[in-house]
């Protein structure tokens, strides 16, 4: 035949293998299947209009499983969004399929075997009339009934680790059911990882991202609000978020808005420990992060590992402590500092003391988590305690003695001048620090000249205090007695004697918060004093100091002034000058049978916006108080406010514009930078005197929205509504409708909305609401913010 018809025997050739390739293609074109059909490994499922492909995929160049899963059907880069089998890999993919079984349930065999690897396990008692598996647009798979249409099973009710337009993230009320977005365990392996995004299991108005069961990132309001009122949808560039509550459940569903950038967005809860949202740019070809929480990476759960300094200042996040060394050098490269660090040489430790172990040190972080207190009087007994212990790590000293017995994580830079910074002591090898003889010489004479050097500059300061305070005639500790004699913007070291005669013992209580309480007292000269006690155990030693580093060093007419001070063990005493009227609160909101006539309000607010201004740029140094709401301002006897309360305030240089912190003022009035966890500016003291405003304006505390859910009651809401329609209406607002100055109110009204603006760019310093208050400058009408928008709506 071939001498005779080459030709026809090269079609006959031709053909046989044009058939025996087809009986491998792919079922690009086919939407769905039906009972009893199947996949096999080299075939492909495609939804209606080809967004979306199902079939069998291989996650990363290294692993050598197989999965059955859902990815992007017209990408060049395939991005998997749904997998079947993520905990029950498949070896040999040729062997295997995905079949729709006779009573509904999707099922995938291997081997030929009867007993599937996977399955939907459905159990349900009722025929299911000709079930059919599709695939749709939206990427969710679904299997129903061919005659009625009922969903049997979807696959948006059984998500792994993204969170697609349309699908939920919810809770079912009444069967308990969530949708859980669970991590990759390695962008190798899509086996669950540690982290989970999942709705509050007691149904709240909030989701958490969860590490091994266990809550990592809360929140409860999505980025990019963007809302009308009335309505419950949450707008950014790319999607409109809904929340939805009802008897039987309450979810967060979202969908692509028409302005999008982009067609193709995602949620996707990251190995990393971060909820990313993405989006496709088709100029770049590639993913683009839009959002992300947490914000921040030193935020995620050990994301240096272990011996792993996390610096978010720096651009190199991560860094080994000094005497460790990358695990595993090409990963830490590459940007992967999950595996931590490594001792360049191991420690040598028996039972007992070991003098080959030394402690290098690291300053101005936040401790590891996971300390245990040892009961050590002093810096030494803390140490020798750490030395003793084979298994201790490293420890700490500040009035406590803290020591570590496991692998250090979370170590995280912060940034300068943070209260919350301390100083960590970690265990390496003495061959570390003096690796040879010749060396150890240099180290030695190197050491010793600093030391000569700092004892000499030490002596130096101590003279120039000694002759300061004889110039002074001042002594660094005086008593009472002599206040009047001595110069009165100097800070009292009292006794706690003088303060317990003075307050006769502590007896006429005039305030109480979470601080402590307040005493009034009598001081020998028969001034009037308040005295605040704080039990100083963590948190409220730090609002000690910083009461003191900051109002102690500043003087102005709306600042109250800090007369001294007394320690006792642990106690601590602040002495301030004593105000007959009161806070701002109580007599704002107290039971008082007359309230403030507007003109003692509006001088109350020119007051704290002076007093915060000379914060902000009158000093040497720029303090943001963090906590101004009416509970923090005092009126003297005139009532002229003064400032009160400064255990959060901030100091930082000229030279910084932005000051990270953990410390947060009181809810009802915080920026929305608290929130979202960047690093804040004096903008976050705006913020709260604004809405401190409306409590002034309105002689009315502002409505607890989580209280009191009739947002048509939410002052600010009412006010920033009126300003734009009926702005001379907010007279009858007022506790005073017979108001002789309606443009000073109007004024005022609009100084509040600039000021709680949602971008802090948009929100004045307060030199210019200062400004604007006196009518110096021009305020016209402030955009309704965001997050009062959001209110109005009763979105989250």
């Given at each position: 035949?071939?001498?005779?018809?080459?030709?026809?025997?090269?079609?006959?050739?031709?053909?046989?293998l044009?058939?025996?390739s087809?009986?491998?293609?792919?079922?690009?074109?086919?939407?769905s299947?039906?009972?009893?059909?199947?996949?096999?490994?080299?075939?492909?499922?495609?939804?209606?209009?080809?967004?979306?492909?199902?079939?069998f995929?291989?996650?990363?160049?290294?692993?050598?499983?197989?999965?059955?899963?859902?990815?992007?059907?017209?990408?060049?880069?395939?991005?998997?969004?749904?997998?079947?089998?993520?905990?029950?890999?498949i070896s040999?993919?040729?062997?295997?399929?995905?079949?729709?079984?006779e009573n509904?349930?999707?099922?995938?065999?291997v081997?030929?075997?009867?007993?599937?690897?996977?399955?939907?396990?459905?159990?349900?008692?009722?025929?299911?009339?000709?079930?059919?598996?599709?695939?749709?647009?939206s990427?969710n798979?679904?299997?129903?009934?061919?005659?009625?249409?009922?969903?049997?099973?979807?696959?948006?009710?059984n998500?792994t680790?993204?969170?697609?337009?349309?699908?939920?993230?919810?809770?079912?009320?009444?069967?308990?059911?969530?949708?859980?977005?669970?991590?990759?365990?390695?962008?190798?392996?899509?086996?669950?990882?540690?982290?989970?995004?999942?709705?509050?299991?007691?149904?709240?108005?909030?989701?958490?991202?969860?590490?091994?069961?266990?809550?990592h990132?809360?929140?409860?309001i999505?980025?990019?609000?963007?809302?009308?009122?009335?309505?419950?949808?949450?707008?950014?560039?790319?999607?409109?978020?809904?929340?939805?509550?009802?008897?039987?459940?309450?979810?967060?569903?979202?969908?692509?808005?028409?302005?999008?950038?982009?067609?193709?967005?995602?949620?996707?809860?990251?190995?990393?420990?971060?909820?990313?949202?993405?989006?496709?740019?088709?100029?770049?070809?590639?993913?683009?992060?839009v959002?992300?929480?947490?914000?921040?990476?030193?935020?995620i759960?050990?994301?240096?590992?272990?011996?792993?300094?996390?610096?978010?200042?720096?651009?190199?996040?991560?860094?080994c402590?000094?005497?460790?060394?990358?695990?595993?050098?090409?990963?830490?490269?590459?940007?992967?500092?999950?595996?931590?660090?490594?001792?360049?040489?191991?420690?040598?430790?028996?039972?007992?003391?070991?003098?080959?172990?030394?402690?290098?040190?690291?300053s101005?972080?936040?401790?590891?988590?996971?300390?245990i207190?040892?009961?050590?009087?002093?810096?030494?007994?803390?140490?020798?305690?750490?030395?003793?212990?084979?298994?201790?790590?490293?420890?700490?000293?500040?009035?406590?003695?803290?020591?570590?017995?496991?692998d250090?994580?979370?170590?995280?830079?912060?940034?300068?001048?943070?209260?919350?910074g301390?100083?960590?002591?970690?265990?390496?090898?003495?061959?570390?620090?003096?690796p040879?003889?010749?060396k150890?010489?240099?180290?030695?004479?190197?050491?010793?000249?600093?030391?000569?050097?700092?004892?000499?500059?030490?002596?130096?300061?101590?003279?120039?205090?000694?002759?300061t305070?004889?110039?002074?005639?001042?002594?660094?500790?005086?008593?009472?007695?002599?206040?009047?004699?001595?110069?009165?913007?100097?800070?009292?070291?009292?006794?706690?004697?003088?303060?317990?005669t003075?307050?006769?013992?502590?007896?006429?209580?005039?305030?109480?918060?979470?601080?402590?309480s307040?005493?009034?007292?009598?001081?020998?000269?028969?001034?009037?004093?308040?005295?605040?006690?704080?039990?100083?155990?963590?948190?409220?030693?730090?609002?000690?100091?910083?009461?003191?580093?900051?109002?102690?060093?500043?003087?102005?007419?709306?600042?109250?002034?800090?007369?001294?001070?007394?320690?006792?063990?642990?106690?601590?005493?602040?002495?301030?000058?004593?105000m007959?009227?009161?806070?701002l609160?109580?007599?704002l909101?107290?039971?008082?049978?007359?309230?403030?006539?507007?003109k003692?309000?509006?001088?109350?607010?020119?007051?704290?916006?002076?007093?915060?201004?000379?914060?902000?740029?009158?000093?040497?140094?720029?303090?943001?108080?963090?906590?101004?709401?009416?509970?923090?301002?005092?009126?003297?006897?005139?009532?002229?406010?003064?400032?009160?309360?400064f255990?959060?305030?901030?100091?930082?240089?000229?030279?910084?514009?932005?000051?990270?912190?953990t410390?947060?003022?009181?809810?009802?009035?915080?920026?929305?930078?608290?929130?979202?966890?960047?690093?804040?500016?004096?903008?976050?003291d705006?913020?709260?005197?604004?809405?401190?405003l409306?409590?002034?304006?309105?002689?009315?505390?502002?409505?607890?929205?989580?209280?009191?859910?009739?947002?048509?009651?939410?002052f600010?809401?009412q006010?920033?509504?009126?300003?734009?329609?009926?702005d001379?209406?907010?007279?009858?607002?007022?506790?005073?409708?017979?108001?002789?100055?309606?443009?000073?109110?109007?004024?005022?009204?609009?100084?509040?909305?600039?000021?709680?603006?949602?971008?802090?760019?948009?929100?004045?310093?307060?030199?210019?609401?200062?400004?604007?208050?006196?009518?110096?400058?021009?305020?016209?009408?402030?955009?309704?913010?965001?997050?009062?928008?959001?209110?109005?709506?009763?979105?989250?």
């Open positions: 035949m071939n001498s005779k018809n080459p030709h026809l025997f090269s079609l006959l050739t031709f053909s046989i044009f058939l025996s087809m009986s491998h293609a792919s079922i690009t074109t086919v939407d299947i039906s009972a009893g059909e199947s996949i096999s490994w080299n075939q492909t499922i495609t939804s209606k209009s080809g967004v979306f492909q199902l079939g995929f291989k996650p990363g160049e290294s692993s050598r499983n197989y999965y059955i899963g859902i990815w992007y059907g017209k990408l060049p880069v395939q991005t998997i969004v749904w997998v079947a089998n993520r905990e029950t890999p040999d993919p040729t062997t295997s399929k995905l079949q729709l079984s509904g349930n999707l099922i995938i065999l081997n030929q075997s009867k007993l599937p690897i996977w399955s939907t396990n459905l159990t349900s008692d009722t025929p299911i009339t000709s079930p059919v598996m599709v695939l749709h647009d990427g798979l679904v299997v129903r009934s061919a005659m009625n249409l009922a969903i049997i099973w979807q696959s948006f009710d998500p680790d993204t969170w697609l337009p349309g699908a939920k993230l919810g809770l079912n009320k009444l069967t308990r059911n969530r949708q859980v977005y669970f991590s990759w365990k390695s962008l190798d392996d899509p086996s669950p990882g540690s982290y989970s995004l999942e709705m509050d299991r007691n149904g709240e108005k909030q989701y958490f991202i969860m590490l091994n069961g266990h809550r990132f809360a929140c409860g999505w980025p990019g609000r963007v809302s009308v009122f009335g309505s419950d949808v949450v707008k950014n560039s790319y999607n409109d978020m809904v929340y939805v509550s009802d008897e039987k459940e309450n979810y967060f569903i979202y969908s692509i808005n028409r302005d999008s950038p982009s067609n193709l967005t995602r949620y996707v809860m990251d190995t990393s420990g971060q909820l990313m949202q993405l989006a496709w740019l088709n100029e770049s070809q590639k993913w683009d992060l959002w992300s929480r947490p914000k921040q990476q030193c935020e759960y050990a994301f240096c590992g272990e011996y792993g300094g996390c610096n978010q200042f720096s651009l190199v996040t991560c860094k402590l000094n005497g460790f060394e990358p695990k595993f050098q090409q990963e830490w490269q590459n940007g992967n500092f999950s595996n931590g660090c490594v001792r360049r040489i191991p420690l040598e430790c028996n039972q007992g003391r070991n003098d080959d172990n030394v402690f290098g040190n690291i101005n972080i936040r401790l590891p988590a996971n300390s207190s040892k009961s050590a009087k002093s810096f030494e007994e803390c140490e020798s305690a750490c030395l003793d212990s084979c298994s201790c790590t490293g420890y700490t000293f500040d009035n406590e003695c803290l020591i570590w017995e496991e250090l994580l979370n170590i995280q830079y912060l940034s300068l001048g943070d209260i919350l301390r100083q960590l002591h970690f265990r390496i090898s003495k061959r570390e620090l003096i040879n003889p010749s150890r010489n240099k180290v030695f004479n190197r050491t010793w000249a600093i030391m000569v050097g700092l004892s000499v500059f030490c002596l130096v300061l101590v003279v120039f205090a000694l002759w305070m004889i110039k002074k005639k001042v002594r660094p500790f005086r008593s009472t007695k002599v206040v009047s004699e001595s110069n009165e913007d100097s800070l009292v070291s009292f006794t706690y004697a003088e303060l317990k003075a307050t006769k013992n502590f007896s006429e209580k005039i305030g109480e918060g979470g601080f402590g307040v005493y009034k007292g009598t001081l020998a000269n028969s001034s009037v004093i308040a005295v605040k006690t704080l039990k100083c155990y963590g948190h409220e030693e730090k609002q000690f100091r910083m009461e003191i580093s900051t109002i102690g060093t500043t003087h102005h007419i709306n600042l109250v002034r800090l007369r001294g001070f007394c320690v006792k063990q642990a106690n601590r005493y602040l002495v301030y000058d004593y007959p009227k009161g806070s609160n109580s007599v909101f107290g039971n008082q049978t007359k309230t403030l006539e507007w003692t309000r509006y001088a109350i607010a020119l007051g704290v916006a002076k007093g915060l201004a000379y914060l902000h740029h009158k000093c040497r140094d720029c303090i943001i108080h963090c906590d101004i709401k009416p509970e923090n301002i005092l009126l003297d006897e005139n009532d002229n406010p003064k400032i009160s309360d255990g959060l305030a901030k100091l930082f240089g000229r030279d910084f514009s932005r000051v990270l912190t410390l947060k003022g009181t809810r009802g009035y915080l920026a929305p930078e608290w929130i979202s966890g960047v690093a804040i500016t004096p903008k976050v705006v913020f709260s005197f604004g809405m401190m409306f409590e002034i304006i309105s002689g009315k505390r502002n409505t607890d929205m989580e209280t009191n859910h009739d947002t048509g009651e939410y600010p809401v006010l920033m509504a009126k300003l734009h329609f009926r001379m209406e907010i007279i009858s607002m007022l506790q005073e409708p017979d108001c002789d100055n309606p443009e000073e109110v109007i004024r005022v009204c609009r100084v509040a909305g600039w000021c709680i603006q949602d971008d802090e760019k948009d929100r004045p310093s307060m030199g210019e609401v200062v400004k604007m208050l006196e009518g110096i400058m021009e305020v016209k009408k402030p955009p309704m913010p965001m997050f009062l928008l959001h209110i109005a709506g009763d979105i989250c």
